[in-house]
């Protein structure tokens, strides 16, 4: 449905046009963003969706997982980002700790999330475990996406952050959760880092987009970690990242001229002054 916000129209990317996109074979594309200023430039930009992630907790916070992060943090990020974006579809990361004790629990976060955030869609981490929050978030009329395969929560778990669902035994249980996360509802699913042949099979085999993290080519769309692409952080290099630019060096370039500038009496010159 087109909208109007000043004097541009636009169509309001909604999980219908998601699934929309899925049946006539566009590439969905979604990056992580967590404040106003950035999530204004992904929006100039045509970006389909943004995941306000839960990553939020190692770019912005440094933490060296996502765990930490709460409940009212990650809606400070989300209200910074809502208030810059009117067309793209805004999906918030439910944390750790908000969702995994019981349904009630999972749909009380989801609600916050929604009403103080004004986002438009939650994200949860994984399967069969957690379907019953799921259905329960979904009969309140909250859109969710789904998380599989690499599930960062679970990190003390894996032990490891390496590509998962390279044994049958847990490439088949992730098929059978994807269906069932397909089949409660989800408008969406991420896979993160598993076989790209595993990618394409859950995505030919659900009806709902699947969005890919290391999952290949043959998925719906793709998501990063905006921080990653775009050079920010420079520690980080898995296969899959694709860095569009290289700004940790080009911002420290610059803050050094600027502090060369200033101890050189340069800055600020007769026209940078009243
Ligand atoms: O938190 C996040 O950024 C994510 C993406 C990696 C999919 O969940």
Redesign the pocket.
Same mark, same amino acid.
């Given at each position: 449905m087109d909208q109007k916000y000043g004097s541009q129209r636009y169509t309001k990317i909604t999980t219908h046009v998601l699934q929309e996109m899925k049946l006539r074979g566009e590439k969905i594309a979604m990056l !992580?963003a967590y404040d106003f200023s950035m999530a204004g430039i992904l929006e100039a930009a045509g970006i389909d969706i943004i995941?306000v992630?839960?990553?939020a907790s190692n770019v912005m916070a440094g933490h060296s997982t !996502?765990l930490p992060i709460t409940l009212n943090e990650m809606i400070y990020h989300a209200a910074s980002v809502v208030r810059a974006v009117h067309r793209s579809l805004v999906v918030v990361?439910l944390p750790f700790g908000t969702y995994q004790g019981n349904s009630k629990e999972a749909l009380a976060s989801a609600i916050r999330i929604m009403k103080e955030s004004g986002a438009n869609a939650i994200?949860i981490e994984g399967g069969a475990e957690i379907i019953e929050s799921v259905d329960r978030i979904l009969s309140a009329g909250i859109p969710v996406m789904g998380?599989l395969g690499l599930t960062?929560q679970s990190i003390h778990k894996f032990g490891t952050y390496v590509v998962r669902a390279t044994d049958d035994a847990e490439a088949h249980k992730l098929v059978e959760d994807a269906q069932k996360l397909d089949q409660a509802g989800c408008f969406a699913i +991420?896979l993160?880092k598993i076989p790209s042949s595993l990618g394409t099979e859950v995505t030919q085999m659900v009806r709902c987009p699947t969005i890919g993290?290391g999952a290949g080519g043959g998925v719906d769309g793709q +998501?990063l +970690?905006l921080h990653d692409m775009l050079g920010i952080t420079h520690k980080f290099s898995p296969r899959f990242l694709r860095r569009y630019h290289n700004l940790y060096e080009e911002i420290k370039g610059s803050v050094t001229n600027y502090i060369a500038d200033v101890k050189s009496f340069d800055f600020p010159n007769d026209r940078e002054q009243y």
């Amino acid at each position: 449905m087109d909208q109007k916000y000043g004097s541009q129209r636009y169509t309001k990317i909604t999980t219908h046009v998601l699934q929309e996109m899925k049946l006539r074979g566009e590439k969905i594309a979604m990056l !992580t963003a967590y404040d106003f200023s950035m999530a204004g430039i992904l929006e100039a930009a045509g970006i389909d969706i943004i995941l306000v992630g839960d990553s939020a907790s190692n770019v912005m916070a440094g933490h060296s997982t !996502t765990l930490p992060i709460t409940l009212n943090e990650m809606i400070y990020h989300a209200a910074s980002v809502v208030r810059a974006v009117h067309r793209s579809l805004v999906v918030v990361d439910l944390p750790f700790g908000t969702y995994q004790g019981n349904s009630k629990e999972a749909l009380a976060s989801a609600i916050r999330i929604m009403k103080e955030s004004g986002a438009n869609a939650i994200k949860i981490e994984g399967g069969a475990e957690i379907i019953e929050s799921v259905d329960r978030i979904l009969s309140a009329g909250i859109p969710v996406m789904g998380h599989l395969g690499l599930t960062p929560q679970s990190i003390h778990k894996f032990g490891t952050y390496v590509v998962r669902a390279t044994d049958d035994a847990e490439a088949h249980k992730l098929v059978e959760d994807a269906q069932k996360l397909d089949q409660a509802g989800c408008f969406a699913i +991420v896979l993160e880092k598993i076989p790209s042949s595993l990618g394409t099979e859950v995505t030919q085999m659900v009806r709902c987009p699947t969005i890919g993290i290391g999952a290949g080519g043959g998925v719906d769309g793709q +998501v990063l +970690v905006l921080h990653d692409m775009l050079g920010i952080t420079h520690k980080f290099s898995p296969r899959f990242l694709r860095r569009y630019h290289n700004l940790y060096e080009e911002i420290k370039g610059s803050v050094t001229n600027y502090i060369a500038d200033v101890k050189s009496f340069d800055f600020p010159n007769d026209r940078e002054q009243y």
